[in-house]
C-alpha cells in the first residue's frame, strides 16, 4: 500500500511538473521541427548549388569545346593559287626577273585580294591589287630583282628573307577595289597564303620554268587586251542641246 501510495504521488508531482511547463513539449517539437527544416534546406540548397554548379560547369565546358573545335577547322580558302605554295624566278645575279601567279575565285561572291611583300623595296606586283567575280581567275605577275651573291659562283640554292603573302576579302558586288577595303575590315580578312621564292636556273630546261614562261606569255596578253581602247559601238554622239539647222 505504501508503494502503491508512492508511484501515484510521483505521477502526480510529473503532472503537475508537466502541467506547470507546457512549453516544454511545443519547444522540443519546434525544436524538432526547425531541425528538420534546417536540414531540409540545407539539402534542398546543396542540391540546387549542384545542379546550378552542374550547369555552368556544363556551359563552359560547351563553349570552351566550340572555340577549340573551331580554332582546328581549317581556314576556309576564297582563292585557287598556281602555283599553290612557291614564286619561281630564273636566277640572274644583278637583273630584274619575273615570275607569275594564277588566281581564281571559287567562292561565290566577289571577292577583294591583295599582294604584300617583305620587302617592297626590291619586289612589286601587277596588278597589286583588285576584285575577282565569282570564278574569274587572272595571272599576276611579280617582279624581283636578284641581288648579285657574295662571289661569282651561281648559287641557286641562296637564301633569300623575300616572302609574298596573299590576302582576300569577301566583297560586295560593283564595288570598286581600293587597298583601304582591307584597313576598314581587318576581322573578315583572309590569309590565303604565304609564298616563297625559288630560283629556277635560266639556262637549263625544266618543266618549272616553261610552266612559267607560259604563264608570263598569258599575262603580256593580258595586259595588251587591257591597254587597248574600247570597241567602237557606232558614230559619235553630237553634244546635247545643239539647235538643227532649218531646212528649207
Known sequence: MAVSDRHKTNGDHSMKLFRLCPFWQ????????????????????????????????????????????????????????????????????????????RLKNTSKSHVAFKFQTTAPKSCYMRPPGGILAPGESLIATVFKFVDPPENNEKQLDQ????????????????????PELFDEQKDKVTVERVLRVVFLDA???????????????????????????????GPPVVGEGLVIDEWV
Not at 637564301?159 to 581600293?178: Q, R
Open 26 to 101: 511545443a519547444a522540443t517539437n519546434s525544436s524538432s521541427s526547425s531541425s528538420t527544416q534546417n536540414l531540409n534546406h540545407s539539402h534542398n540548397g546543396g542540391s540546387n548549388s549542384s545542379r546550378s554548379a552542374a550547369v555552368n560547369s556544363s556551359g563552359l565546358k560547351s563553349t570552351t569545346v566550340s572555340s577549340v573545335a573551331r580554332s582546328l577547322l581549317p581556314t576556309r580558302r576564297r582563292l585557287r593559287l598556281d602555283p599553290s605554295n612557291n614564286l619561281y624566278f630564273p636566277y640572274e645575279p644583278g637583273k630584274q626577273v619575273k615570275s607569275a601567279v
Open 159 to 178: 637564301k633569300t628573307k623575300a616572302k609574298f603573302k596573299i590576302v582576300s576579302l569577301k566583297v560586295k558586288g560593283g564595288l570598286e577595289y581600293v
Open 203 to 233: 639556262e637549263r630546261p625544266s618543266p618549272a620554268m616553261e610552266k612559267l614562261k607560259r604563264q608570263l606569255a598569258e599575262a603580256e596578253a593580258a595586259l595588251e587586251v587591257r591597254k587597248k581602247p574600247p570597241p567602237d559601238t
